[in-house]
Protein backbone atom coordinates (compact mmCIF):
# COMPACT_ATOMS: atom_id res chain seq x y z
CA UNK A 1 0.00 0.00 0.00
CA UNK A 2 2.90 2.58 0.71
CA UNK A 3 4.93 1.40 -1.84
CA UNK A 4 1.56 1.96 -4.28
CA UNK A 5 1.03 5.26 -2.62
CA UNK A 6 4.61 6.36 -3.75
CA UNK A 7 4.85 4.92 -7.45
CA UNK A 8 1.57 6.79 -7.81
CA UNK A 9 2.89 10.09 -6.91
CA UNK A 10 5.33 9.55 -8.82
CA UNK A 11 3.90 8.83 -12.03
CA UNK A 12 1.73 11.82 -11.19
CA UNK A 13 4.75 14.09 -10.80
CA UNK A 14 6.05 13.11 -13.95
CA UNK A 15 2.92 13.38 -15.54
CA UNK A 16 2.39 16.96 -14.55
CA UNK A 17 6.05 17.79 -15.83
CA UNK A 18 4.77 15.99 -19.10
CA UNK A 19 1.38 18.11 -18.91
CA UNK A 20 3.20 21.27 -18.34
CA UNK A 21 5.61 20.90 -21.44
CA UNK A 22 3.02 18.93 -24.40
CA UNK A 23 -0.06 19.67 -23.07
CA UNK A 24 -2.96 17.67 -21.22
CA UNK A 25 -3.71 16.64 -24.75
CA UNK A 26 -0.17 15.61 -25.17
CA UNK A 27 -0.31 13.22 -22.03
CA UNK A 28 -0.32 9.73 -23.00
CA UNK A 29 -0.45 6.53 -20.76
CA UNK A 30 2.36 5.03 -23.41
CA UNK A 31 4.58 8.68 -23.01
CA UNK A 32 4.25 8.30 -19.43
CA UNK A 33 4.89 4.37 -19.93
CA UNK A 34 8.24 5.34 -21.36
CA UNK A 35 9.57 8.49 -18.70
CA UNK A 36 9.11 6.10 -15.84
CA UNK A 37 10.45 3.15 -17.48
CA UNK A 38 7.47 1.00 -16.85
CA UNK A 39 4.72 -0.90 -18.67
CA UNK A 40 1.45 0.58 -19.88
CA UNK A 41 -0.37 -1.82 -18.07
CA UNK A 42 1.68 -0.72 -14.49
CA UNK A 43 0.26 3.26 -15.04
CA UNK A 44 -3.11 1.47 -15.95
CA UNK A 45 -2.61 0.12 -12.59
CA UNK A 46 -2.63 3.37 -11.08
CA UNK A 47 -4.72 5.44 -13.20
CA UNK A 48 -7.42 3.74 -14.87
CA UNK A 49 -7.90 5.78 -18.10
CA UNK A 50 -6.40 8.61 -19.89
CA UNK A 51 -8.98 10.77 -18.90
CA UNK A 52 -8.48 9.54 -15.34
CA UNK A 53 -5.02 10.54 -15.21
CA UNK A 54 -5.89 14.06 -16.91
CA UNK A 55 -7.96 14.40 -14.29
CA UNK A 56 -5.75 13.57 -11.72
CA UNK A 57 -2.95 15.80 -12.58
CA UNK A 58 -5.08 19.11 -13.03
CA UNK A 59 -6.13 18.44 -9.39
CA UNK A 60 -2.81 17.90 -8.28
CA UNK A 61 -2.01 21.26 -10.60
CA UNK A 62 -4.15 22.87 -8.25
CA UNK A 63 -4.00 21.16 -4.98
CA UNK A 64 -0.28 22.48 -5.48
CA UNK A 65 -1.18 26.03 -6.82
CA UNK A 66 -3.33 25.92 -3.32
CA UNK A 67 -0.39 25.14 -1.38
CA UNK A 68 1.31 27.53 -2.95
CA UNK A 69 -0.44 30.73 -3.41
CA UNK A 70 -3.70 30.37 -1.96
CA UNK A 71 -2.67 29.16 1.74
CA UNK A 72 0.21 30.82 2.90
CA UNK A 73 -2.00 34.05 1.50
CA UNK A 74 -5.07 33.91 3.75
CA UNK A 75 -2.90 34.04 6.31
CA UNK A 76 -2.34 37.68 5.59
CA UNK A 77 -5.16 40.00 7.23
CA UNK A 78 -8.44 39.62 5.48
CA UNK A 79 -9.02 42.75 2.79
CA UNK A 80 -5.95 44.59 0.81
CA UNK A 81 -3.17 42.72 2.63
CA UNK A 82 -4.47 39.07 1.68
CA UNK A 83 -5.59 40.27 -1.51
CA UNK A 84 -2.03 41.60 -2.46
CA UNK A 85 -0.02 38.70 -1.19
CA UNK A 86 -2.68 35.99 -3.57
CA UNK A 87 -1.60 38.49 -6.77
CA UNK A 88 2.34 38.60 -5.55
CA UNK A 89 2.32 34.52 -4.99
CA UNK A 90 0.53 34.22 -7.94
CA UNK A 91 2.90 36.12 -10.24
CA UNK A 92 5.88 34.27 -8.08
CA UNK A 93 4.50 31.33 -9.33
CA UNK A 94 4.40 31.95 -12.56
CA UNK A 95 7.73 33.09 -12.78
CA UNK A 96 9.12 29.77 -11.88
CA UNK A 97 6.90 28.50 -14.40
CA UNK A 98 7.70 30.38 -17.23
CA UNK A 99 10.25 27.30 -18.08
CA UNK A 100 7.63 24.87 -17.14
CA UNK A 101 4.60 26.00 -18.64
CA UNK A 102 0.67 26.19 -16.76
CA UNK A 103 -1.52 23.68 -17.42
CA UNK A 104 -4.32 26.43 -16.06
CA UNK A 105 -3.51 28.44 -19.38
CA UNK A 106 -2.70 25.56 -21.64
CA UNK A 107 -5.51 23.93 -20.43
CA UNK A 108 -8.13 26.62 -21.53
CA UNK A 109 -6.93 27.00 -25.08
CA UNK A 110 -6.60 23.48 -25.74
CA UNK A 111 -10.14 22.53 -24.00
CA UNK A 112 -12.06 26.05 -24.49
CA UNK A 113 -14.18 24.08 -27.55
CA UNK A 114 -13.80 20.45 -26.39
CA UNK A 115 -16.56 19.82 -23.66
CA UNK A 116 -16.12 16.88 -21.53
CA UNK A 117 -14.85 16.11 -17.64
CA UNK A 118 -11.51 17.79 -18.53
CA UNK A 119 -12.73 21.00 -19.70
CA UNK A 120 -15.42 20.43 -16.62
CA UNK A 121 -12.65 20.20 -13.92
CA UNK A 122 -10.58 22.88 -15.08
CA UNK A 123 -13.43 25.44 -15.47
CA UNK A 124 -13.89 24.55 -11.93
CA UNK A 125 -10.27 25.06 -10.41
CA UNK A 126 -10.16 28.19 -12.44
CA UNK A 127 -13.17 29.53 -11.30
CA UNK A 128 -12.65 28.41 -7.87
CA UNK A 129 -9.61 31.26 -7.53
CA UNK A 130 -11.12 33.69 -9.22
CA UNK A 131 -13.87 33.55 -6.82
CA UNK A 132 -11.32 33.13 -4.37
CA UNK A 133 -9.68 36.79 -5.68
CA UNK A 134 -13.30 38.22 -5.48
CA UNK A 135 -13.58 37.56 -2.01
CA UNK A 136 -10.61 39.07 -1.36
CA UNK A 137 -11.07 42.35 -3.12
CA UNK A 138 -14.74 42.44 -1.03
CA UNK A 139 -13.14 41.87 2.04
CA UNK A 140 -11.16 44.62 0.97
CA UNK A 141 -14.09 47.11 0.36
CA UNK A 142 -15.60 46.34 3.75
CA UNK A 143 -12.79 47.03 5.11
CA UNK A 144 -13.00 50.70 4.33
CA UNK A 145 -9.40 49.78 1.84
CA UNK A 146 -10.55 49.97 -1.20
CA UNK A 147 -13.55 52.41 -2.63
CA UNK A 148 -16.83 51.85 -1.71
CA UNK A 149 -17.73 51.60 -5.79
CA UNK A 150 -15.25 49.65 -6.66
CA UNK A 151 -16.45 46.95 -9.36
CA UNK A 152 -14.41 43.76 -7.52
CA UNK A 153 -15.58 41.85 -11.01
CA UNK A 154 -13.76 44.23 -12.88
CA UNK A 155 -10.72 44.70 -10.37
CA UNK A 156 -10.63 40.75 -10.62
CA UNK A 157 -10.87 40.71 -14.35
CA UNK A 158 -8.08 43.27 -14.82
CA UNK A 159 -5.64 41.24 -12.72
CA UNK A 160 -6.18 37.96 -14.35
CA UNK A 161 -5.82 39.56 -17.57
CA UNK A 162 -2.39 40.83 -16.48
CA UNK A 163 -1.20 37.31 -15.32
CA UNK A 164 -2.30 36.18 -18.51
CA UNK A 165 -0.34 38.81 -20.33
CA UNK A 166 2.68 37.94 -18.30
CA UNK A 167 2.70 34.17 -19.17
CA UNK A 168 2.28 35.13 -22.96
CA UNK A 169 5.04 37.45 -22.94
CA UNK A 170 7.54 35.25 -20.64
CA UNK A 171 6.54 32.22 -22.53
CA UNK A 172 6.32 33.38 -25.88
CA UNK A 173 7.50 36.61 -26.30
CA UNK A 174 10.46 35.93 -23.79
CA UNK A 175 10.84 39.56 -23.04
CA UNK A 176 12.33 39.77 -19.25
CA UNK A 177 10.16 42.81 -18.13
CA UNK A 178 6.61 41.12 -17.92
CA UNK A 179 7.07 40.65 -14.04
CA UNK A 180 8.31 43.80 -13.45
CA UNK A 181 5.41 45.74 -16.06
CA UNK A 182 2.53 43.46 -14.35
CA UNK A 183 3.28 44.48 -10.80
CA UNK A 184 3.27 47.63 -11.91
CA UNK A 185 -0.16 47.58 -13.48
CA UNK A 186 -1.06 45.51 -10.33
CA UNK A 187 -0.08 48.84 -8.09
CA UNK A 188 -1.32 51.24 -10.38
CA UNK A 189 -4.73 49.19 -10.39
CA UNK A 190 -5.05 49.21 -6.57
CA UNK A 191 -3.76 53.17 -6.17
CA UNK A 192 -6.67 53.96 -8.20
CA UNK A 193 -9.13 51.72 -6.28
CA UNK A 194 -8.13 52.93 -2.95
CA UNK A 195 -10.15 54.92 -0.77
CA UNK A 196 -9.26 58.11 0.10
CA UNK A 197 -8.30 57.80 3.90
CA UNK A 198 -6.23 54.41 2.76
CA UNK A 199 -4.67 56.86 0.82
CA UNK A 200 -3.86 59.75 3.04
CA UNK A 201 -2.81 56.48 5.83
CA UNK B 1 -3.52 29.10 -63.87
CA UNK B 2 -6.17 30.92 -62.48
CA UNK B 3 -8.24 27.60 -61.18
CA UNK B 4 -4.77 26.78 -59.59
CA UNK B 5 -4.98 29.88 -57.71
CA UNK B 6 -8.62 29.34 -56.36
CA UNK B 7 -8.02 25.70 -55.43
CA UNK B 8 -5.24 27.34 -53.34
CA UNK B 9 -7.27 29.45 -51.86
CA UNK B 10 -9.97 27.64 -51.13
CA UNK B 11 -7.75 24.78 -49.30
CA UNK B 12 -6.38 27.75 -47.33
CA UNK B 13 -10.16 28.46 -46.46
CA UNK B 14 -10.41 25.48 -44.90
CA UNK B 15 -7.30 25.05 -43.22
CA UNK B 16 -7.96 28.48 -41.38
CA UNK B 17 -10.88 27.37 -40.13
CA UNK B 18 -9.15 23.81 -38.69
CA UNK B 19 -6.37 26.19 -37.78
CA UNK B 20 -8.91 27.85 -35.25
CA UNK B 21 -10.82 24.77 -34.30
CA UNK B 22 -7.79 22.28 -33.45
CA UNK B 23 -4.80 24.47 -33.35
CA UNK B 24 -1.89 24.60 -36.33
CA UNK B 25 -0.89 21.63 -34.37
CA UNK B 26 -3.59 19.77 -35.19
CA UNK B 27 -3.68 20.58 -38.85
CA UNK B 28 -2.59 18.06 -41.37
CA UNK B 29 -2.49 17.18 -44.80
CA UNK B 30 -4.80 14.05 -44.47
CA UNK B 31 -7.24 15.98 -42.46
CA UNK B 32 -7.15 19.24 -44.98
CA UNK B 33 -7.69 16.67 -47.88
CA UNK B 34 -10.86 15.01 -46.52
CA UNK B 35 -12.23 17.86 -45.58
CA UNK B 36 -11.93 19.43 -49.30
CA UNK B 37 -12.83 15.75 -50.66
CA UNK B 38 -9.40 16.26 -52.53
CA UNK B 39 -6.63 13.53 -52.24
CA UNK B 40 -3.31 13.99 -50.63
CA UNK B 41 -1.35 14.32 -53.14
CA UNK B 42 -3.62 17.32 -54.51
CA UNK B 43 -3.33 19.30 -51.47
CA UNK B 44 0.37 18.99 -51.54
CA UNK B 45 0.47 20.18 -55.26
CA UNK B 46 -0.49 23.22 -53.59
CA UNK B 47 1.43 23.44 -50.44
CA UNK B 48 4.81 21.16 -50.65
CA UNK B 49 5.03 20.18 -46.73
CA UNK B 50 2.75 20.50 -43.83
CA UNK B 51 5.02 23.11 -42.21
CA UNK B 52 4.45 25.29 -45.96
CA UNK B 53 0.89 24.86 -45.22
CA UNK B 54 0.97 25.93 -40.99
CA UNK B 55 3.25 29.02 -42.36
CA UNK B 56 0.58 29.72 -45.27
CA UNK B 57 -2.08 29.58 -42.67
CA UNK B 58 -0.14 32.08 -40.66
CA UNK B 59 0.12 34.75 -43.21
CA UNK B 60 -3.07 34.27 -44.36
CA UNK B 61 -4.51 34.90 -40.88
CA UNK B 62 -1.87 37.82 -40.66
CA UNK B 63 -2.94 39.15 -44.26
CA UNK B 64 -7.09 38.99 -42.70
CA UNK B 65 -5.85 40.37 -39.58
CA UNK B 66 -4.56 43.34 -41.41
CA UNK B 67 -7.11 43.80 -43.53
CA UNK B 68 -9.89 43.98 -40.67
CA UNK B 69 -7.35 45.62 -37.89
CA UNK B 70 -5.09 47.87 -39.13
CA UNK B 71 -5.62 48.77 -42.43
CA UNK B 72 -8.96 50.62 -41.63
CA UNK B 73 -7.64 52.31 -38.33
CA UNK B 74 -4.55 54.21 -40.18
CA UNK B 75 -7.14 55.90 -41.87
CA UNK B 76 -7.92 57.45 -38.80
CA UNK B 77 -6.11 60.99 -37.66
CA UNK B 78 -2.53 59.80 -36.10
CA UNK B 79 -2.28 59.71 -32.30
CA UNK B 80 -5.52 58.58 -29.89
CA UNK B 81 -8.29 58.27 -32.41
CA UNK B 82 -6.36 55.73 -34.33
CA UNK B 83 -4.71 53.95 -31.16
CA UNK B 84 -8.40 54.02 -30.13
CA UNK B 85 -9.56 52.48 -33.67
CA UNK B 86 -7.08 49.85 -33.15
CA UNK B 87 -7.78 48.39 -30.09
CA UNK B 88 -11.71 48.90 -30.71
CA UNK B 89 -11.59 46.85 -34.40
CA UNK B 90 -8.72 44.60 -32.28
CA UNK B 91 -11.57 43.48 -29.57
CA UNK B 92 -14.64 43.59 -32.49
CA UNK B 93 -12.37 40.99 -34.48
CA UNK B 94 -12.72 38.72 -31.20
CA UNK B 95 -15.80 39.12 -30.32
CA UNK B 96 -16.63 37.41 -33.85
CA UNK B 97 -13.58 34.77 -33.59
CA UNK B 98 -15.22 33.63 -29.96
CA UNK B 99 -16.80 31.13 -32.05
CA UNK B 100 -14.01 29.68 -33.67
CA UNK B 101 -10.50 30.70 -31.97
CA UNK B 102 -7.87 32.70 -32.44
CA UNK B 103 -4.28 31.71 -33.86
CA UNK B 104 -2.29 33.92 -32.71
CA UNK B 105 -3.32 33.23 -29.08
CA UNK B 106 -3.40 29.38 -29.43
CA UNK B 107 -0.02 29.53 -31.05
CA UNK B 108 1.29 30.95 -28.42
CA UNK B 109 0.69 28.30 -26.17
CA UNK B 110 1.15 25.49 -28.68
CA UNK B 111 4.54 26.98 -29.64
CA UNK B 112 5.58 28.70 -26.53
CA UNK B 113 8.18 26.01 -26.01
CA UNK B 114 8.63 24.36 -29.22
CA UNK B 115 11.03 26.22 -31.41
CA UNK B 116 11.44 26.58 -35.24
CA UNK B 117 10.11 28.44 -38.65
CA UNK B 118 6.45 28.01 -37.15
CA UNK B 119 7.13 29.77 -34.06
CA UNK B 120 9.44 32.48 -35.73
CA UNK B 121 6.25 32.87 -38.34
CA UNK B 122 3.91 33.22 -35.35
CA UNK B 123 6.21 35.29 -33.33
CA UNK B 124 7.28 38.22 -36.30
CA UNK B 125 3.43 38.40 -36.59
CA UNK B 126 2.65 39.04 -33.51
CA UNK B 127 5.53 41.64 -32.78
CA UNK B 128 4.41 43.38 -35.86
CA UNK B 129 1.16 44.05 -33.87
CA UNK B 130 2.41 45.02 -31.10
CA UNK B 131 4.98 47.24 -32.81
CA UNK B 132 1.57 48.91 -34.66
CA UNK B 133 0.40 49.19 -31.25
CA UNK B 134 3.20 51.03 -30.00
CA UNK B 135 3.64 53.66 -32.63
CA UNK B 136 0.35 54.75 -32.49
CA UNK B 137 0.72 54.98 -28.52
CA UNK B 138 3.84 57.46 -29.14
CA UNK B 139 1.64 59.73 -31.38
CA UNK B 140 -1.09 59.84 -29.08
CA UNK B 141 1.93 61.20 -26.40
CA UNK B 142 3.53 63.51 -29.73
CA UNK B 143 -0.04 65.16 -30.48
CA UNK B 144 -0.23 65.81 -26.63
CA UNK B 145 -3.19 63.42 -26.42
CA UNK B 146 -1.44 61.64 -23.91
CA UNK B 147 0.72 62.67 -20.66
CA UNK B 148 4.21 63.03 -21.97
CA UNK B 149 5.37 61.07 -19.11
CA UNK B 150 3.25 58.04 -20.48
CA UNK B 151 4.67 54.48 -20.37
CA UNK B 152 4.01 53.91 -23.78
CA UNK B 153 5.20 49.92 -23.59
CA UNK B 154 3.37 49.66 -19.92
CA UNK B 155 0.48 51.11 -22.09
CA UNK B 156 0.78 48.52 -24.83
CA UNK B 157 1.40 45.89 -22.40
CA UNK B 158 -1.88 46.16 -20.38
CA UNK B 159 -4.15 46.94 -24.00
CA UNK B 160 -2.72 43.31 -25.05
CA UNK B 161 -3.42 41.64 -21.77
CA UNK B 162 -6.83 43.26 -21.78
CA UNK B 163 -7.56 40.94 -25.28
CA UNK B 164 -5.84 38.11 -23.52
CA UNK B 165 -8.24 37.93 -20.73
CA UNK B 166 -11.43 38.77 -23.67
CA UNK B 167 -10.26 35.26 -25.25
CA UNK B 168 -9.84 33.34 -22.22
CA UNK B 169 -12.71 34.36 -20.70
CA UNK B 170 -15.39 33.96 -23.76
CA UNK B 171 -14.25 31.32 -24.92
CA UNK B 172 -12.98 29.48 -21.88
CA UNK B 173 -15.32 30.57 -19.08
CA UNK B 174 -18.04 31.84 -21.64
CA UNK B 175 -18.79 34.60 -20.08
CA UNK B 176 -21.16 36.85 -21.52
CA UNK B 177 -19.43 40.37 -20.21
CA UNK B 178 -15.75 40.05 -21.40
CA UNK B 179 -15.65 42.75 -24.22
CA UNK B 180 -17.90 45.13 -21.92
CA UNK B 181 -15.43 44.84 -19.00
CA UNK B 182 -12.41 44.93 -21.76
CA UNK B 183 -13.80 48.24 -23.55
CA UNK B 184 -14.39 49.49 -19.59
CA UNK B 185 -10.79 48.93 -18.51
CA UNK B 186 -9.38 50.51 -22.29
CA UNK B 187 -11.22 53.42 -21.25
CA UNK B 188 -9.70 53.95 -17.72
CA UNK B 189 -6.58 53.26 -18.97
CA UNK B 190 -6.52 55.99 -21.52
CA UNK B 191 -8.43 58.21 -19.10
CA UNK B 192 -5.57 57.77 -15.99
CA UNK B 193 -2.81 58.37 -19.06
CA UNK B 194 -4.52 61.74 -21.01
CA UNK B 195 -3.25 64.69 -20.78
CA UNK B 196 -4.50 67.33 -19.00
CA UNK B 197 -5.13 69.53 -21.67
CA UNK B 198 -6.83 66.67 -23.89
CA UNK B 199 -8.95 66.07 -20.52
CA UNK B 200 -10.22 69.68 -20.05
CA UNK B 201 -10.91 69.56 -24.08
Known amino acids: MRKGEQT ?5 DAALELAARDGLEGLTIGGLAERMQMSKSGVFAHFGSREDLQIAVIQEY ?25 FARWVERHSREIASGCIYISGAVEYDDRPGPIRDELLQMVLAWKRALLRAARQAVDE ?19 VLALHHDARFLRVD ?19 PLAQAA
Open 62 to 86: HRRFEEEVFLPSIREPRGLPRLAAM
Open 177 to 195: DAIERTERAFERLMSAASA
Open 144 to 162: GQLRSDTDCEQLVYEMRAL
Open 8 to 12: RAAIL
